[in-house]
């Protein structure tokens, strides 16, 4: 497992009630939220940016899922701290609810950079045979819980026979709670989901109203789902982060067109410089970083998030530069191990080396790719 470097922290310090103020193929699927993109239009240079730096692109069009998971983004966009770094380069943010319509909408030439999922990174590199992507820096860490109904289910083999609820056949949840389920010594059929464990694919937008009627005894879900069924009366049984090394594990990465990367890597350096910095913000100002993460949700969906779900979902994402590329590895190993993909090449996946110029200017700790990376 590669170390984590110093900018990668937790968003676990400081958290206050006030500040909350104003998701694998087939089987990698998405990390399912629905499948639309939403256009924010520009966001241009902050007031303090430096305006009169000159980069290859006059504009960069930046990705991401309103959703706490993509804290960095939320936060980075929120605060002009990637702005800062792009001068003059305006940015286009564009918001989307699933991996698929992301990879979709890079591959496809209208999108540059994305923040997204590890099953729909793989996804997107596999099914283009490695040629239209590449991870370019970690992002997020953690925000997945088992949640259940206390009064159905008290103990960890209580889910025996219980309808346990996950995002889409073969995301990254699904995945892992089919290889716990296995390690048990249970037995599910990946497909239908059927079996020891009956695994019901639901979105994340319904799974709350589906547990409040009682059709899932619970569910294995990322932030801000898992904190919203603890609010509805739940209970966290399991945090995922338990079964990891290091108690790490990717949930969200960085991603780039490799033709933006070829004609662009100046642009691709400056956002890399401005998610450094803002993972660096967040950990120095963990109330204020909340408070913004909200208020970007509110702007992008017209509603902040309850501090009784904020607060929790906030504590449990770890925000980090670090790729963690050995977990996204393993993570492709159990859809494996559930033949729900063949053994994917991810050889290539990854190109650091701008992340880790910047970590070495900043005198920050490199990044490992695990042995994936782009030669």
Request: proline share 6%; glycine share 10%; with cysteine.
């Amino acid at each position: 497992m590669p170390a984590i470097g110093t900018s990668a922290k937790t968003l676990r310090r400081g958290v206050a009630a006030a500040a909350a103020l104003p998701l694998l193929i087939g089987a990698l699927a998405s990390c399912g939220y629905g499948s639309e993109a939403k256009k924010d239009g520009a966001a241009t240079a902050s007031a303090s940016a430096d305006t009169g730096k000159k980069l290859s692109a006059s504009e960069v069009r930046i990705g991401y899922f309103p959703n706490l998971t993509h804290a960095t983004a939320l936060v980075g966009l929120q605060e002009g701290l990637i702005a800062k770094e792009l001068g003059s380069t305006t940015i286009k943010p564009q918001t989307f609810n699933a991996g698929p319509s992301e990879i979709e909408a890079l591959n496809g030439g209208s999108l540059d950079i994305g923040f997204i999922g590890p099953s729909p990174s793989i996804n997107g590199y596999v099914k283009s045979k490695g040629s239209n992507l590449r991870i370019i820096s970690g992002s997020a860490s953690g925000g997945v819980k088992l949640v259940v109904n206390p009064e159905k289910i008290k103990t960890l083999d209580d889910l025996k026979g219980k309808k346990i609820a996950t995002p889409q056949k073969g995301n990254t949840q699904d995945v892992a709670f089919l290889n716990w389920i296995a390690e048990k010594g249970w037995n599910v059929d990946p497909e239908s989901g059927k079996g020891d464990v009956s695994v019901v694919r639901t979105d994340n937008k319904v799974t709350p109203d589906a547990f409040k009627q009682g059709s899932i005894d619970g569910a294995w879900v990322p932030e801000p789902t898992a904190s919203k069924l603890v609010s509805d009366g739940g209970s966290v049984l399991l945090d995922e982060t338990s079964l990891w090394p290091d108690k790490k594990f990717v949930i969200t990465n960085v991603i780039v067109s490799q033709k933006f990367l070829k004609e662009h890597p100046d642009v691709v350096e400056a956002v890399l410089k401005g998610t450094v910095k803002t993972n660096e913000w967040i950990n120095a100002n963990p109330d204020k970083a909340k408070a913004s993460a909200n208020a970007k949700l509110a702007a992008d969906g017209g509603k902040p998030l309850d501090a009784k779900v904020i607060d929790p979902a906030w504590t449990s994402i770890l925000v980090t530069d670090d790729p963690l590329a050995s977990t996204l590895k393993t993570e492709s190993d159990w859809a494996v191990k559930a033949k729900l993909i063949e053994q994917p090449e991810l050889a290539g996946i990854y190109d650091l080396s701008l992340l880790n110029k910047v970590l070495k200017a900043a005198g920050k700790p490199e990044v490992s790719d695990a042995g994936l990376g782009a030669k």
